[in-house]
């Protein structure tokens, strides 16, 4: 509470009290919701694409209602690029995988050689493991996106 | 599918798609397309295509808006009319 007096003291015009407290609350239940959209993936509508957008979305929001510093404390950019290039290397990872244990690209089934387990419960798990890639590296690089355009590669002020 | 409903999305769709490359302020423009992206994911939700109105909410609707205004604050106005 005193930092934020202090922001409110020291911020410039433009930015407010409200719009920062309210972003405050409102980014972990984006970032719940976004989770929710990876994991019920293969469930119901959503998926990596939709769910990692959503969990960029709310660095963005923080980025916009803040500056560009409040999201580099949340997540740098060197641990930005990991889990991006994490993301990539697990969907390509569990491709390859299958493709190298003797199935087609992506043919889950055959992952029964690693863990033993019914194929139609692998076939289930990974398109859930492929989906938490495609939402890593969908939000490292939604966020990078802003950090760049919005800044310039500066990463000073933001918007 | 209600096709009276689908006609008047359709409708606005297309009102706000002319008045995006019509109107003459970046922002403004930037703004109609949100409200364009809003509408085209309310047409793919009511024709039945859940996933896809899904993405374009996100996409379209979200973080292409920002990124048009993030680019919209790089550029500058040249002409003084």
Redesign the interface.
């Known amino acids: 509470m005193k930092r934020l007096q202090e922001r409110a003291n020291t911020r410039p015009a433009g930015q407010g009290l409200i719009i920062e407290t309210s972003v405050r609350i409102m980014v972990p239940f984006i970032q719940l919701y976004g989770l929710y959209?990876i994991v019920h993936g293969h469930y119901s509508?959503?998926?990596g694409?939709?769910g990692g957008?959503?969990l960029?979305?709310s660095f963005?929001l923080l980025g916009?209602a803040f500056d560009l510093p409040t999201t580099l404390e949340r997540m740098s950019e060197r641990s930005n690029a990991l889990l991006a290039n994490a993301g990539v290397l697990i969907f390509t990872g569990v491709g390859a995988m299958c493709a190298i244990l003797g199935g087609y690209l992506l043919d889950y089934s055959v992952l029964t050689a690693i863990i033993p387990m019914a194929a139609a419960e692998w076939r289930s798990l990974g398109i859930f493991l492929v989906e938490v890639g495609v939402g890593l590296a969908v939000m490292s690089i939604?966020v990078s996106?802003?950090w760049d355009?919005?800044s310039?590669g500066q990463m000073d002020e933001g918007? | 599918m209600i096709w009276q409903f689908d006609l008047l999305i359709l409708a606005l769709v297309v009102i706000c798609a002319i008045a995006t490359i019509t109107v003459r302020d970046l922002l403004a423009a930037t703004v109609i397309f949100g409200v364009y992206s809003f509408l085209m994911c309310l047409l793919w939700a009511e024709m039945g295509a859940v996933d896809v109105a899904f993405t374009e909410a996100t996409v379209g609707a979200g973080v292409s808006t920002i990124l048009f205004i993030a680019a919209i604050f790089r550029t500058t106005r040249r002409s003084k009319d």
């Open positions: 959209v509508p959503g998926g694409f939709q957008v959503a960029g979305a963005i916009l939604m996106l802003f355009i919005g310039a918007l």
